[in-house]
């Protein structure tokens, strides 16, 4: 069973930063995809980010491209989410997700879920 932590959310102003990590445990060899999700108050869940565990093809949201840069760590088993220039926009809870072998930023095909982590940006 994987299981997926997701720590550094926050308050922030508008124009900051943020790192989120999420923590995976009991993954199984092979090629796995690690995504972000966000769900905003009143919204439905929408996709950020995603990246392979092998070679580090990224998939990126139209909306966060260019402030927003997933990275992973293998040996720490760790997704990574550094988000730049923060707009009030960017306010929702945010979840890592992972799947395998095949990657996309579609939700419904992501198995497993962390509980999330705020993300709160005032203006």
């Known amino acids: 069973e994987v299981q997926l932590v997701e720590s550094g959310g926050g308050s922030v102003q508008a124009g900051g930063s943020l790192r989120l990590s999420c923590a995976a445990f009991?993954?199984?060899?092979?090629?796995?995809?690690v995504a972000w999700f966000r769900q905003a108050p009143g919204k439905e869940r929408e996709a950020v980010a995603a990246?392979?565990?092998?070679?580090?093809?990224?998939l990126y949201a139209d909306s966060v491209k260019g402030r927003f840069t997933i990275s992973r760590d293998n040996t720490k088993n760790t997704l990574y989410l550094q988000m730049n220039s923060l707009v009030p926009e960017d306010t929702a809870m945010y979840y890592c997700?992972?799947?395998?072998?095949?990657?996309?930023?579609?939700?419904?095909?992501?198995?497993?879920w962390g509980q999330g982590t705020q993300v709160t940006v005032s203006s």
């Open positions: 997700a992972a799947r395998t072998p095949y990657c996309s930023l579609r939700e419904g095909a992501f198995h497993y």
């Open positions: 009991g993954y199984t060899a092979g090629r796995w995809c």
């Open positions: 990246i392979t565990t092998d070679g580090g093809r990224t």
